[in-house]
């Protein structure tokens, strides 16, 4: 696709600063075998008007096919495919269809993996676990033709290949710039340790009659004792909760059912869980009734895996919910009791737990 500038007032309507050319389409080929997932980037890629899903294929055989004869201005491309692996078929992508940006989202964080994308012609390498909050920026970087590594992965960047100079200015994919968007998103993350049940129930409480109060719509996710005790405590204080059910402002969720939704060989899987938190979020920001709707979300999947035993399947949860909390305009409150953590404090389980938040909250 030929790169159009469209009119300077499309930059100022947005609110993005100074005028600059833009692309009216940037034809987007999608790879992956995991429709969830390509879905979530259906939605993603759907915020920006310019971003034209033209082709949408699940291995690595069919995305060359398709990448000689679509000629995509970006592909992006999975690692992990069936038939031919995204590694390879980024190399003969290259030669069917040189033009074409690729920027990598995968699974895999293994530095090997990563330097052999970059040195198959990739442009970009987005963890799926951080796409949420990633993806738009990496596609942009990718389509001014520079480089994006997922946050975490900088160390794994090539160093003996030099940075990818584009043969053809003109046909730079010039996207506005997201700095502003992403300024517009507050990050609220909060940890709380409770020295028992009853402060737990009680901080938890609190959390959501505001949220309530405020208009906002609340999303819980608890044990079944939890989730009726919290019911009893709020009806107590006045809150139609019935009514807010009816509504849907007020989601309540067992934390053994909605772990089975994303839990993989004991872990969480980046993918399954961003599909289940994005389905959420929607459904509860549709409900909210406040002037400023925001969605708060409380929960203990972390703390239950803890309990379990499950200590890396719990810092691995608290970092996708801490993704969700900067993807999404929303308040996210993790209940720890003191007790599931005092015998770990001798290690650095504590610290972990207090890093993946941005706020760590007194009793």
Not at 66 to 93: F, M, Q, S, T, Y
Not at 217 to 235: M, Y
Request: aromatic share 6%; hydrophobic share 40%.
């Amino acid at each position: 696709m030929q790169a159009i500038s469209f009119p300077d007032t499309e930059n100022v309507r947005f609110g993005w600063g100074k005028p600059e050319p833009a692309v009216s389409s940037v034809g987007v080929l999608v790879v992956d075998d995991y429709e969830p997932f390509r879905q979530f980037v259906r939605s993603a890629l759907g915020k920006r008007p310019e971003l034209q899903i033209i082709g949408e294929v699940s291995d690595g055989l069919e995305a060359v096919q398709k990448a000689e004869e679509l000629r995509p201005d970006l592909i992006l491309l999975d690692v992990g495919l069936p038939k031919l692996n995204g590694i390879d078929a980024a190399r003969r992508i290259r030669e069917v269809s040189p033009k074409s940006k690729i920027l990598f989202l995968s699974q895999e964080t293994s530095g090997d993996v990563v330097q052999e994308a970059l040195r198959a012609g990739g442009l970009g390498y987005v963890v799926k676990a951080h796409a949420g909050s990633e993806l738009l920026a990496a596609v942009e970087a990718v389509c001014q033709g520079r480089r994006f590594v997922s946050a975490g992965l900088a160390s794994h960047m090539v160093t003996d290949t030099p940075e990818p100079q584009d043969p053809d200015p003109s046909q730079k994919l010039v996207l506005p710039s997201l700095a502003a968007r992403k300024g517009e998103m507050t990050r609220s993350h909060e940890v709380q340790f409770y020295s028992d049940d009853a402060s737990f129930l009680a901080g938890f409480t609190r959390f959501i009659e505001a949220a309530l109060k405020a208009g906002n719509a609340v999303i819980v996710v608890a044990t079944e004792s939890h989730r009726n005790s919290l019911l009893q405590r709020l009806q107590a204080r006045g809150l139609n909760i019935d009514a807010a059910i009816e509504q849907g402002t007020y989601i309540s969720l067992d934390t053994t059912d909605t772990l089975s939704s994303f839990m993989v060989n004991d872990l969480p899987d980046p993918v399954r869980f961003q599909k289940s938190a994005s389905d959420l979020m929607m459904s509860a920001a549709k409900a909210a009734k406040g002037k400023r709707p925001r969605v708060a979300a409380c929960g203990e999947c972390a703390p239950v895996l803890l309990a379990q035993g499950k200590a890396d399947a719990a810092i691995r949860l608290e970092h996708l919910w801490d993704e969700v909390a900067k993807t999404y305009d929303v308040d996210v409150l993790c209940g720890y009791v003191l007790e599931s953590v005092q015998h770990e404090q001798e290690s650095d389980l504590y610290e972990r737990i207090c890093a993946e938040h941005s706020v760590v909250v007194p009793e």
